[in-house]
T-cell receptor, first 115, second 115 residues
Framework: QKEVEQDPGPLSVPEGAIVSLNCTYS??????FMWYRQYSRKGPELLMY????GNKEDGRFTAQVDKSSKYISLFIRDSQPSDSATYLC???????????????FGQGTILTVHP | EAGVVQSPRYKIIEKKQPVAFWCNPI?????LYWYLQNLGQGPELLIR????????DSQLPKDRFSAERLKGVDSTLKIQPAELGDSAVYLC?????????????FGEGSRLTVL
């Protein structure tokens, strides 16, 4: 079993829909949680970054972390065709030491928003 | 500000041939990473550098892979000899210690095909 599980989709939604993307994880020591967006043939780019449990909102994007359930989510409101990409969840253990920058990624969810 | 630059973007080689990838991180970023991304999967860390020191190379297959970061700036990842299973995207990323634990800036990747 992988440390981080993510439904690969693909997910296809109409423009304007609310999108929900999710990941579950098994290591309760993870403390920092990220969502990266990866366009086709490009590198991942950081979208959202949260520490521990709770919600974080940035424009049309909301990230939720529930450490008790080992479950994180990304919501996209009013989805646009330009949101079509692969969304990767990622997490890491600590802010420093040997775990710094050692991200454990999910396999990514392919999202298509059609006009 | 220029992002992380990688070259070549694409490389096709015969198995058993050597190949090298080059990365120039964002100016001022002292931490550099090489990640491997197989098709349909999330990236996996190969090696992390703090300046010119490799502080985490536990996931680097040292029998055929090598990396260096001379002068603590540019880095090169080499595979010799390449095997069919090495076909993947090799991502370079960089970060600054002043940033959050998961805030990595990725290049566009070097896509390797081994025939």
């Amino acid at each position: 079993q992988k440390e981080v599980e993510q439904d690969p989709g693909p997910l296809s939604v109409p423009e304007g829909a609310i999108v929900s993307l999710n990941c579950t994880y098994s290591n309760s020591a993870f403390q920092y949680f990220m969502w990266y967006r990866q366009y086709s043939r490009k590198g991942p780019e950081l979208l959202m970054y949260t520490y521990s449990s709770g919600n974080k909102e940035d424009g049309r994007f909301t990230a939720q972390v529930d450490k008790s359930s080992k479950y994180i989510s990304l919501f996209i409101r009013d989805s646009q065709p330009s949101d079509s990409a692969t969304y990767l969840c990622a997490m890491t253990l600590y802010a420093g030491g040997t775990s710094y920058g050692k991200l454990t990624f999910g396999q990514g969810t392919i999202l298509t928003v059609h006009p | 500000e220029a992002g992380v630059v990688q070259s070549p973007r694409y490389k096709i080689i015969e198995k058993k041939q050597p190949v090298a990838f080059w990365c120039n991180p964002i100016s001022g970023h002292n931490t550099l990473y090489w990640y491997l991304q197989n098709l349909g999967q999330g990236p996996e860390l190969l090696i992390r550098y703090e300046n010119e020191e490799a502080v985490d190379d536990s996931q680097l297959p040292k029998d055929r892979f090598s990396a260096e970061r001379l002068k603590g700036v540019d880095s090169t990842l080499k595979i010799q000899p390449a095997e069919l299973g090495d076909s993947a995207v090799y991502l370079c990323a960089s970060s600054s210690l002043g940033q959050g634990a998961g805030e990595l800036f990725f290049g566009e990747g070097s896509r390797l095909t081994v025939l």
